[in-house]
């Protein structure tokens, strides 16, 4: 028989009558059926049950009249990093979860702001607010890294510098999940450093919450989100809208998204759906080039998906999914020079659909699936020739297209025996612009129980990156594209060990990745241009910790809050060196975070983040209409916080960003924000069936 070591069978005073307890997961205040007061019988083991863990032989062992007591952290059922449904303490990779308390109390107010506090995580932002922001795992460059929305990819072909057009704010957010290092054989291609998966807040029943602030540089911020029931299925809808005039010249952004999501419940499954749009208007002042500095972009998000989950013995999962997003960036906000003829125009659309199915038996979990996701770019810059089409709304037409098809194949087992979980599995891809046929990415991860707190993990994977549209297509005054770049390719092993118990939760884990084929824009000394290339093979060697800090749960509520860090080492290598790199060799070599939460008195709650960070690399700096000498990264500090208090429904709050009003940069010649005070309130009602 296999052994489960997490249970056991316990003793009830009622004659006859055993449970079935969780010994990591026990007596939690906030456990799921606590919150949702029912019993579950071992009846329906095959509905709820399957959620959480492997099939047990002793389950028909035993009387059906048993009651099942499974309480749960809410932690421990995260099921991002595998192919099947699985609690987070079955699970041998390195996964870091940013719940809703954390992100209601914490100095935020964007998603970007957010990631900032993964220590792994490199945001390189460009405006403030979260307008747009590059995001890179463990060394990895921006395209490297995929972006789900509730399980669902949401990357952008075009370019990465898109790929947080969500429609979503942090005010419906639920929790993020961080998955760090390759993914492809769980998410498919472009999971290639590691990949965040953003969930949503999900309706229970008629509530309705709202938030307003206001700060500096003219800064506006509101929200909306209303719950309400029709018959057996929930729904929510969101929106908001947020503005600044700018912290300097041509920063200002407005910014509006609409979210909608419903999910019905049934004895048979579960269906979801979901659908969102956004659209944002901000001065680009310096993204792409400090030359032209008065760039100005408008960016429209459409998006929806619909998901079926069966409640059967072989239990499956369809999915279908559509995106659509347009770009136009303007070089020239205003007054553009004679020579500058037009603004560029890009649309993507992508449409997919996936099947995963999975079932249990006494050998553990075996799923298997597969996945069609079709890329394509409308542009009067990207792709190739075609009869011009006229830009919707525009005095301007698409001159270039290009589409591609990818299509996935997955399989995956989960193994358990006594205190060894093995997970192992593979992807099979084939892309159809690439005359590299089926290429097929395997991996493995492993992890042993040395006690009930502590636990080793070792992964081995492949992964996978295909070139962007940009990457392929885009020539303009500083850059030239590369039509004929092939895919990234790497190999990466980690190894570490976990620790959870009711004082202290963390990791420590040691990584080593070899990257193939790195795509890169590139130039010599003497260059003008950037081109980009299949440049060189890098190597990436380093280690990453994160602990957590919860005395007040030995102690009661009354002793200090949470205390949290991280620390991330870095070495990045390259086999070439004679370019110069304008993105994948400016990676951070040392990132440490830290934070603390501490109730102040009362109600009121004190939020306080640190973040350092000290990145390898330079950039030509930028003065006086001339460029001029490399120049190196400067290693800084940045202080957040965040003072609020509750009173019933409602919520006040006061927070600053960049407290000391530190100068840095995360990215060239791009200026960041100074100190940045923002006050607010928020209100929420208790769900009501």
């Known amino acids: 028989?296999?052994?489960?070591?997490?249970?056991?069978?316990?003793?009830?005073?009622?004659?006859?009558?055993?449970?079935?307890?969780?010994?990591?997961?026990?007596?939690?205040?906030?456990?799921?059926?606590?919150?949702l007061h029912k019993t579950v019988k071992i009846s329906v083991l095959s509905v709820s049950y399957f959620l959480a863990v492997p099939v047990l032989s002793f389950a028909m062992e035993t009387d059906t009249t048993r009651q099942v007591k499974m309480e749960f952290d809410l932690e421990e059922i995260e099921v991002s990093a595998s192919r099947v449904p699985a609690v987070y303490s079955e699970i041998a990779r390195v996964l870091t979860v940013i719940t809703a308390k954390e992100i209601e109390q914490g100095p935020a107010t964007s998603l970007q702001d957010l990631l900032e506090q993964v220590s792994s995580i490199d945001v390189r932002q460009r405006g403030a607010g979260g307008i747009q922001a590059d995001i890179s795992i463990r060394g990895g460059t921006f395209d490297q890294t995929l972006i789900l929305l509730n399980g669902i990819n949401i990357t952008d072909p075009q370019t990465g510098h898109?790929?947080?057009?969500?429609?979503?704010?942090?005010?419906?957010?639920?929790?993020?999940?961080?998955?760090?290092?390759?993914?492809?054989?769980?998410?498919?291609?472009?999971a290639f450093s590691g990949a965040i998966n953003i969930v949503t807040k999900q309706n229970t029943g008629n509530e309705l919450s709202a938030l307003l602030s206001a700060g500096s540089f003219g800064y506006f911020n509101s929200n909306l989100s209303a719950g309400f029931v029709t018959g057996k299925m929930n729904h929510l809808l969101a929106g908001n809208y947020k503005s600044s005039k700018g912290y300097i010249n041509n920063t200002d952004f407005g910014v509006s998204n609409l979210f909608y999501s419903g999910k019905l419940n049934s004895k048979k499954g579960k269906f979801s759906l979901q659908a969102g749009m956004t659209d944002k208007g901000f001065g680009a002042n310096s993204f792409y080039t400090p030359v032209y500095p008065n760039q100005y972009e408008n960016t429209q998000t459409l998006f929806s998906s619909a998901r079926f989950e069966s409640f059967t013995k072989l239990n499956l999962t369809p999915v279908i999914y559509f995106r659509r997003h347009s770009d136009k960036f303007m070089l020239f906000r205003e007054n553009p020079p004679e020579w500058y003829q037009n603004h560029n125009y890009h649309r993507t659309d992508i449409w997919g659909a996936n099947l995963n199915s999975w079932f249990l038996w006494q050998a553990g979990k075996t799923s298997f699936g597969t996945e069609f996701r079709s890329e394509k770019i409308l542009s009067n810059v990207l792709g190739e020739e075609m009869e011009p089409q006229k830009v919707p709304g525009e005095n301007a037409f698409f001159t270039k297209t290009k589409t591609r098809n990818i299509t996935s194949l997955f399989a995956e087992h989960i193994f358990y025996l006594n205190r060894w979980t093995i997970s192992a599995?593979?992807?099979?891809?084939?892309?159809?612009?690439?005359?590299?046929?089926?290429?097929?990415?395997?991996?493995?991860?492993?992890?042993?129980?040395?006690?009930?707190?502590?636990?080793?993990?070792?992964?081995?994977?492949?992964?996978?990156r295909m070139p962007t549209f940009t990457d392929l297509y885009y020539s303009g005054p500083t850059n030239l594209g590369n039509p004929g770049l092939n895919p990234e390719k790497s190999k990466s092993l980690?190894?570490?060990?976990?620790?959870?118990?009711?004082?202290?939760?963390?990791?420590?884990?040691?990584?080593?990745?070899?990257?193939?084929?790195?795509?890169?824009?590139?130039?010599?000394?003497?260059?003008?241009?950037?081109?980009?290339t299949n440049h060189t093979t890098v190597q990436n060697s380093g280690f990453e910790t994160d602990v957590k800090l919860l005395p007040w749960k030995i102690l009661g509520k009354n002793w200090p809050g949470t205390f949290q860090f991280g620390y991330l080492y870095n070495n990045q290598r390259k086999i070439d060196s004679e370019l110069i790199s304008y993105y994948v060799l400016d990676n951070l070599k040392h990132k440490f975070v830290a934070s603390v939460n501490q109730p102040v008195f009362g109600n009121v709650f004190a939020d306080i983040k640190f973040i350092f960070q000290d990145r390898e690399g330079t950039y030509t700096s930028f003065a006086n209409g001339n460029y001029e000498a490399e120049t190196s990264y400067k290693p800084f500090w940045l202080v957040d916080s965040k003072l609020s208090y509750q009173m019933n429904k409602f919520r006040l709050f006061v927070s600053v960003n960049n407290l000391f009003n530190r100068e840095y940069f995360d990215l060239g010649n791009v200026v960041q924000p100074g100190r940045w005070v923002t006050a607010g309130i928020s209100f929420q009602t208790d769900a009501k069936r």
């Open 1 to 35: 028989m296999v052994r489960f070591p997490i249970m056991k069978i316990q003793k009830s005073k009622m004659p006859g009558k055993n449970y079935l307890v969780f010994k990591k997961w026990g007596r939690k205040s906030y456990a799921l059926f606590s919150i």
């Open 162 to 190: 898109h790929n947080l057009n969500i429609p979503v704010s942090l005010s419906q957010i639920e929790r993020i999940e961080v998955l760090k290092g390759p993914a492809v054989r769980i998410y498919g291609p472009n």
């Open 425 to 464: 599995g593979v992807m099979g891809n084939h892309i159809s612009d690439n005359q590299a046929g089926w290429n097929f990415f395997p991996g493995i991860d492993g992890s042993y129980q040395l006690s009930p707190s502590l636990k080793l993990v070792a992964s081995w994977n492949t992964s996978l």
């Open 494 to 532: 980690e190894g570490g060990i976990k620790m959870n118990s009711a004082l202290v939760t963390g990791r420590f884990v040691v990584f080593h990745s070899k990257g193939e084929n790195i795509i890169d824009w590139v130039k010599s000394e003497s260059d003008e241009l950037w081109q980009s």
